[in-house]
């Protein structure tokens, strides 16, 4: 029996990750700590919550006593950390959030993973979830490699490099062992719809303009969060101490084209007249500092690990939009606010 800690697993790529883990493991014991922010959500996790290899607590990754405890009584053998603020435009309002979580946070996880490992790291993981973002912003061509130098450019992006920056800190100056992966966009169910595919989707559904900064032309390389909590569990598994991966489909979009798509697939499925939903697009003024466009070259991940994505982009987006469009409640839940009682009704009050 092996015991992991995954933090922020209420969010959305933590409880992919956790469900894959939980369900393919049994014999790992799961425990999800995540201090449940408007980003965390215990619905996402209703399918798994009650499976005996998991536990949830709900606790701050800056707690300087918490997480100390926690490695004291779990015993952890790994740490797969997620835990982040993640909306770029959030930090642009609140810098100092990001700083607090993503990089004072993770270094009281490592610290506490050192002190707690420091007899013998032999056999122990802390596992870094990271983004491309942490690479700056690519022109029409090239590719972000794990050889491409930091350039991050909002607070977001730059919280996070200094994260990773004090993860590798960890290994060189205490032989903590680390993999890091920095991954590209994700998309899929129980994502918050303060990003754009979710937020498009609610928005198109009730005709309600769909915000597309600046011209639209900016891109992303889009993955399946499927894919991602696959390639997390493949590099949690086979990667090697110290290295960094780069996980990504080659699938770049500009924000427009995709948001054309989707109008696409959402007049099918309500059942609208073709170019219904595009009359929804609005151009709005651009995020400051807008990165123009990200790409991920994955050949080390594919070629040293084997991932590759499962999923076409048409596909996967279509799978999506059914998600969005039959789990309403989800979607009602997370708009009006109720799914922050959840917690309450389901751990406080039974
Ligand atoms: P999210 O915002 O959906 O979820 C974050 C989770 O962390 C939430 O459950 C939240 O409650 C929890 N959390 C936040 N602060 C915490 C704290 N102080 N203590 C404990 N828990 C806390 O984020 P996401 O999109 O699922 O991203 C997860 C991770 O993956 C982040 O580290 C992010 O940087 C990284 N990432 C995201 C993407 C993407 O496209 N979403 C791509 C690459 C990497
Ligand atoms: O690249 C990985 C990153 O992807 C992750 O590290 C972040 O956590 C995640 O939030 C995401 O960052 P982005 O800023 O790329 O995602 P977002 O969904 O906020 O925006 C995607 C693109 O769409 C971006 O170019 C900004 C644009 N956009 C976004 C919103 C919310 C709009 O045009 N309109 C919008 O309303």
Redo the contacts with the bound molecule.
Sequence with gaps: MKTLLI?????????HVVRLFVTKYPEYHIVN?????????LENLRDIEKLPNYTFVK?????EVLVPELFAKYQFDGVI???????VDRSITDPFAFV???VF?TTNLLNAAKNAWKDNMKGKLFYH?????VYGSLGDTGFFTEETAYDPRSP?SAA?ASSDHFVRAYYHTYGLPIVI???????GS???PE?LIPLAIHNIKNNKPIPIYGKGENVRDW?W?ND?AQAIDVIYHNGKNGETYN?GGHNEWTNIDLIRMLCKIMDKKLGRQPGESAKLITFVKDRAGHDLRYAIDPTKLSEELGWNPSLQFEEGLEKTVTWYLDNQEWMDHVTSGQYQSYYQKQYVER
Excluded: P
């Design positions: 933090t922020g697993g209420a969010g959305f790529i933590g409880s700590l995540d201090v449940l922010t408007y980003a965390g959500n606790g701050d990754i800056t707690d950390h997620l835990a982040a603020e993640s909306h607090r979580t993503n946070g979830v990271s983004t491309d973002e977001y996070k992966s920095n991954c590209s966009n994700n998309y129980h994502q918050f990003k993955l969060v991602h996980i």
